[in-house]
T-cell receptor
Framework: KAGVTQTPRYLIKTRGQQVTLSCSPI?????VSWYQQTPGQGLQFLFE???????NKGNFPGRFSGRQFSNSRSEMNVSTLELGDSALYLC?????????????FGPGTRLTVT | GESVGLHLPTLSVQEGDNSIINCAYS??????FIWYKQESGKGPQFIID?????DKRQGQRVTVLLNKTVKHLSLQIAATQPGDSAVYFC??????????FGTGTRLKVLA
């Protein structure tokens, strides 16, 4: 069974630009969660999607948004990039939404904002 | 606010010895905990989980201990191997929908 895939793996953007990251979950998984990982803060939850609906959201500004498609693939978008948005963005998929279900992480997209 | 912290940023152990990585959480309502392993350039990998109705759970070479009284969680790795070198972090579920993650302990295995 193929794992969670994320594209692109690396990205360099300039302040003020926007970026779209993509995540394909494991086949059969309907929940996709997004996380931001930085050395100082660890993993911070961005949002979770299930059946094309956002089920839960973390404490990030509205510049961070996402969506999920009918095939469970998900995208996240960050608009008006700031230097502080430089991070590893991880997505994780699971069979169902909410806690208590094993999450499988992708390799992440390394975003650098200059 | 809610937090999950690991006690040591780095832990060095001799190959073949046992490793113990600790984690403390702040929310007494946390009822589900997970340990992850993250190797360089990869996403976190699930190691083992435990629910709050248990105080110990064993997997292959790993054991998780949960002490709800002091809100402490530990991961024990038996007979540590070079392939165990990675960053380990715990996550605590807050309610039904939210995880809080620790920042991680880097485990270095010395030959």
């Amino acid at each position: 069974k193929a794992g969670v895939t994320q594209t692109p793996r690396y990205l360099i953007k300039t302040r003020g630009q926007q970026v779209t990251l993509s995540c394909s979950p494991i086949s059969g998984h309907r929940s996709v969660s997004w996380y931001q990982q930085t050395p100082g803060q660890g993993l911070q939850f961005l949002f979770e999607y299930f059946s094309e609906t956002q089920r839960n959201k973390g404490n990030f500004p509205g510049r961070f948004s996402g969506r999920q498609f009918s095939n469970s693939r998900s995208e996240m978008n960050v608009s008006t990039l700031e230097l502080g948005d430089s991070a590893l963005y991880l997505c994780a998929s699971s069979l169902e939404y909410g806690t208590g279900h094993e999450q499988y992480f992708g390799p992440g997209t390394r975003l650098t904002v200059t | 606010g809610e937090s999950v912290g690991l006690h040591l940023p780095t832990l060095s152990v001799q190959e073949g010895d046992n490793s113990i990585i600790n984690c403390a959480y702040s929310n007494s309502a946390s009822d589900y905990f997970i340990w992850y392993k993250q190797e360089s350039g990869k996403g976190p990998q699930f190691i083992i989980d435990i629910r709050s109705n248990m105080d110990k759970r064993q997997g292959q070479r790993v054991t998780v201990l949960l002490n709800k009284t002091v809100k402490h969680l530990s991961l024990q790795i038996a007979a540590t191997q070079p392939g165990d070198s990675a960053v380990y972090f715990c996550a605590a579920a807050i309610g039904t929908y939210k995880y809080i993650f620790g920042t991680g302990t880097r485990l270095k295995v010395l030959a």
